[in-house]
Structure formats: C-alpha cells, structure tokens
C-alpha cells in the first residue's frame, strides 16, 4: 500500500518536473520564424537519415530502402508516367479556344518555374498553387477548370515538373502578416490529428518514414512534394498533389476537404517551404 | 464488504445491458430523438472541418433503417454516430493544442 | 495522337535487350465504375515483336495482366539497324503497331 502511492507520488513528480521542462518551449513557438521551422525540419531528417543524400530525399521511399532503390531505377529507364508527360506536353502546347495558350499565363512561358509554386499572392492574400494556377488561366481564357484528383490536371503539372527537374525548391514567404499566418497555418494541419485514426499527416511522414505501413514503405515529409504529381501503380494512374492530400485524409478515415481549400493550400506552402533547395523531382513514380 | 462492492460492480452492467433493452422495442420517435442528436453533433464535427467518415455512413446507415421502419437498428446506429461525432470533437478541440506537442523545433 | 507503343531496342553483342511499355486500359470486365456497372473486358490479346521477317516474341495475353503494360526480353540474332516491329491486337478488334530501330 505504502509502496504503491510512494510509486503514484513519485511519477506524479516526474510529470510535474517533465511539464516543467517542456512548457517553456511551448511558450517560445508562439512567434512565428519560418527560416528557424525549416532549418529544424530538414535537419531532423539529415539526422534521422545520416546515410541518405540531402537531394535523395525527394525520391521518397526510394531513399528509405534499398531493394525498392534498385527497381525504382529499374523502372525510370521507362518510367510509367510518360504518356502523361507526352499528353501534358501536347496540352500545354495546344492553344486555347481564343488562340492563346498557357504559357501566356505563365512567367518565363511557364517552362522551368515549378521549384516557385505554391507562392503567396499578396494581392488575394493567399497562397496560390500551381494546380490552382492552372486552372485559373483555363478559366481566364474561357475554358472550363479541369478535375484537380484527375488525369489531365497532373499530366499538365507533370510537364512543367519534368522541365523543372532538378531546379532547387525556392518558396518565398513575403514580408506579410498573412503569408506567415498561412505558413503557421499549414504548419498546424501537417501537425494536427484527424480522422477516427487519429492520425496527423506528421505521424506517417515524420514518425516513422521509412517504416513499412502494410506493404508501402512511407516516405519522408520532407521533399516529398518535390516529385509532384507522381504515377501511383496503386492508381493506375497519375495523381496531383490534391489527390495526395484528398486519399491521404480519407485513409485516416477523416472526411476530405475539398481540393485546393485554404488549408490544402496553407499546408502545401509550409510543406514546399521547408523543402526548400531540395530539387524537384517530379513527375515521380511510386508504388 | 470488498467482496459485495466487486460482486455490485459486476452486476450493475450485466442489469444495464440484459434488462433495458428488453423493456420495449425502439419507436419512431426514438429514432428522431437519436438522429437528431446524431445529427447536430456531426454537423458540428463538419463545421469544425473535422468530421469522421465513419460517422457520416452510421448516421447514412441510420436513415437507411429508419425510413425502412427498423427502429431498434436505427437507434443504435444514430447513437453510434452521435459517439463519433463528439469523438471527433474532442479530438478537433483538444488538436488545438495538442498539435504542437508532435513539431519539430 | 501519339502511338501507344514505346519501345526501345539495345543489341549488345550477339543478344538484343526490349523494353516495351504499352498505353492500353487491360479492363479485366471484374471492375465497376462509380455508378456501379460493370466496364466491359478490354484486353490486349496478342502482342507481337517481329525482326527481319521472323517473329522473336509472341504473348498471348488476357484479363490478368494490369494497366499500360510493361515487357521485357532479349532474343538473339539481331544486329544494330535492323527493324524491330511491334504490335498488338486486342479484344474489341482495336489494334496498333510501330517500328523501332535497334540501337
């Protein structure tokens, strides 16, 4: 009896001393610093992973495990995702109904600029994605939107991706209260439990990449929109990075917001910040 | 003395589960009661943008029961769902915080 | 529109290496749309590799096989230049085919 509430008091303590020690940090996050979140971020993995090259993070699960680096290469003698990338190279190039075309929408003709997307457009006060670009220019030039979870909007995304490649990441966060409330936004869907699962997107992709989540190998959270859209065999077929976000929620049984709502775009902000200068590598290919 | 309080503890579930029930058959006014309830709760779930999709299909499941007059199922697929959705509103609420607990700083 | 045949061909010495990747839906007849019927089997039934006249490689293929194929192989006999066809026919009558050059 003695012993047991000796035990009680004892870890009692513990936690009061553990509670102690963490709230002062606690208190400290509340400022917002984006340069400070992503340096801790990448070097969390740097020091996770010592073996894996930085740039070889945003090959996913291909970084994590050998076996699977060897078929990966294997297949990018003939990846999967080119007949989507001919498709978006057609399309892409093929004018609109009134003559002009998307790189009319685009800077530099929209070739080589994927490592600048998601931006945050001071004049909407939000942050702008390349899905949502894209359709936006559609939409200015009398076209009706593409599906943002289909075929055409990744094969799209996947041409202008492919002509980025290996560009590093470079997402600016402007001197505006509303970019950094966007980014801290995004900071706290990637970190916030949801779904009966409950489960946050930190607990897959920060927790335990490289760990084996029934056949799939996990990937890492960082870099991991770098090689956006990707083929997915488990798909059949290509998926934007909404379709990531939209499949990623409802399989952890939490109902799906819809694609390119606000925190959809804050997250992929944060997430696409704190790659940054890691190369794009997309259209990737996965199982 | 101990052994009365253990044997209590073992018989008021047993008493909850074996005799309620069987008091009488759910109607239809208890079906509105729970959907209702179900309802609102999950409704507030959504608006918190964290709804469940368990608890969208056992609230569909309690309609599909309830409009086929299958009250008893209809009930307790309503308070299931209505369990849900408080589940995740507690978990939308207590994320509030909680969430910073799993940064990486 | 583009072929749906990629294919590229490598003679390394005596022996040719084939890679093939097709664009074909391979619907296996099992699977339902999102109304929930059924979509039609619509399957490649034989694909066909022929150099210099002789055919190297001849699959007989059915529901079993995925989406937007992928084959390899290597045969014998084949030297740079020379033309390696490639076609396939398939369950509705639909058919394609091209020609590479082994490099």
């Given amino acids: 009896m003695k012993a047991r509430s000796a035990l009680l008091l004892g870890s009692l303590g513990a936690a009061l001393v553990a509670f102690a020690l963490t709230s002062p940090r606690v208190v400290a996050a509340d400022k917002v610093d984006p340069v400070a979140d992503a340096k801790a971020f990448q070097n969390f993995f740097f020091q996770k992973f010592p073996n894996v090259k930085h740039e070889d993070f945003v090959n996913g699960p291909y970084s994590m495990n050998a076996d699977m680096k ?42 080589g600029i994927r490592q600048n997307y998601p931006y945050f457009d001071t004049k909407e006060g939000k942050v702008v994605t390349l899905e949502l670009a894209l359709n936006r220019c ?14 055409e909007m990744a094969s799209l995304t996947a041409y202008m991706a492919f002509t980025s490649r290996g560009k590093p990441m470079d997402i600016k966060i402007p001197d505006d209260p509303r970019a950094l409330a966007a980014f801290e936004n995004g900071k706290r869907y990637f970190y916030t439990r949801r779904g009966q699962m409950n489960f946050s997107c930190a607990s897959c992709h920060v927790q335990s990449p490289g760990e084996r989540i029934r056949a799939e190998i996990l990937a890492p959270a960082l870099g991991i929109l770098n090689a956006m859209p990707i083929y997915r065999s488990e798909w059949s077929g290509m998926g934007t990075t909404s379709r990531r976000f939209v499949t990623c929620n409802s399989q952890t049984r939490a109902v799906p917001l819809e694609p390119q709502a606000d925190e959809y775009r804050d997250v992929e902000y944060f997430l696409s910040y704190v790659a940054n200068g890691l190369p794009i590598s997309g259209p990737g290919a996965r199982p | 003395m101990k052994w009365s309080f253990v044997l209590a503890m073992l018989l008021a579930p047993m008493l909850a589960l074996g005799l309620a029930p069987a008091a009488r058959a759910a109607n239809e006014a208890d079906y509105k009661a729970a959907y209702a309830a179900a309802d609102a709760a999950s409704k507030e779930a959504a608006g918190l943008r964290h709804q469940w999709t368990v608890t969208v299909s056992a609230l569909a499941a309690a309609k599909k029961a309830g409009d086929g ?33 799993m940064e990486i700083r | 529109m583009a072929s749906s045949i990629r294919v590229r061909a490598t003679a390394n010495g005596d022996t040719t290496e084939v890679q093939a990747l097709i664009q074909h839906p391979m619907d296996s007849g099992f699977v339902k749309d999102s ?54 026919t398939d369950n509705k009558g639909a058919s394609d085919t091209t020609t590479a050059k082994i490099s």
């Fill in chain 1, 70 to 111: 060897r078929q990966w290469q294997e297949k990018e003698e003939f990846p999967p995702y080119e007949f989507a990338l001919d498709a978006g190279k057609d399309m892409f190039t093929t004018p609109f109904k009134n003559g002009k075309t998307y790189a009319d929408c685009f800077p530099n003709g929209g070739i």
């Fill in chain 3, 35 to 88: 109304k929930g019927e059924l979509i039609p089997a619509h399957f490649i039934q034989e694909l066909k590799f022929e150099c210099n006249g002789k055919d190297v490689f001849i699959a007989d293929w059915g529901t079993a096989v995925s989406k937007d194929p992928y084959v390899k192989f290597s045969f014998k006999g084949a030297r740079k230049g020379d033309d390696l066809k490639v076609s396939w």
């Fill in chain 1, 138 to 151: 559609r939409e200015a030039n009398g076209e009706a939107p593409y599906s943002y979870v289909k075929d």
């Fill in chain 2, 69 to 101: 007059g299958d009250f008893d199922r209809a009930v307790a697929a309503a308070r299931e769902a209505e369990a849900l959705a408080k589940a995740s509103i507690f978990q939308a609420t207590s994320e509030k915080e909680a969430w910073k607990a």
